[in-house]
């Protein structure tokens, strides 16, 4: 018998060898031989959701046009926008939520689609204390603030900013007019390198517009 590709790790039970390759193989040894069977994966689509989840992922799409690359959620809420987001573009999205059980059921209904480990992963945890690596986001957003550390402030703020990436990184927050202009008024009064803010019907958005800072300041202000 013969192992294509590199060997990374054996087990020995029930009699037979098991074999993994550092290829993705997996290889089972026994006394006798026997025809393989095979199964076939089944998907399970992600629900169709509600029409308001759907338009407002279109609308966040639209007004930052980042339909690929890499995507920040912070809070899960329903789940809803996290769907629609892999359903209308090709964004690999990283959503972040403090609730274990919640994270859990995503984990499950992304996996069963085939999303899971694809373009989508699911950590429980919030951005003002998770170590993610800095600049990866193109895309930030929300569907419950509150679950990931909105009482935050001003860290909040910071760590959001640090997470996006240079020349056009663009975090995008739904929230009534009065709570946008509070959301800009702060992120002005941090003086952020290369920030911009707007806001654009329903949103708050904040956008970096320049290159990254000069890294022992960074270290200083945000590590």
Not at 61 to 79: A, F, P
């Amino acid at each position: 018998a013969k192992v294509d590709g590199r060997v990374w790790s054996m087990l020995a039970a029930d009699g037979k060898l098991f074999v993994v390759t550092l290829e993705g193989g997996l290889y089972c040894f026994a006394g006798e031989a026997a025809e393989p069977k095979r199964y076939a994966r089944r998907a399970e689509p992600l629900p169709a959701g509600s029409a308001r989840w759907s338009d407002q992922a279109k609308q966040i799409l639209e007004t930052t046009g980042r339909k690929e690359g890499y995507c920040l959620l912070l809070g899960l809420g329903t789940g809803e926008l996290l769907c629609r987001l892999l359903d209308q573009s090709q964004l690999h999205v990283v959503a972040l939520d403090l609730d274990a059980g919640k994270v859990e059921a995503i984990r499950r209904k992304l996996d069963d689609a085939g999303y899971y480990g694809t373009r989508a992963a699911v950590h429980v945890g919030d951005i003002t204390t998770m170590q993610l690596a800095p600049y990866i986001a193109d895309l930030i957003v929300s569907e419950d603030l509150d679950a990931v550390g909105s009482r935050q402030g001003d860290r909040l703020l910071e760590r959001v900013f640090h997470s996006l990436r240079p020349y056009g990184g663009t975090a995008c927050f739904a929230a009534p007019q009065a709570e946008q202009a509070a959301i800009l008024k702060r992120v002005a009064e941090l003086e952020l390198p290369g920030c911009k803010t707007s806001s654009s019907g329903g949103f708050a958005i904040v956008t970096r517009a320049g290159a990254l800072p000069d890294s022992a300041d960074w270290t200083h202000q945000y590590g």
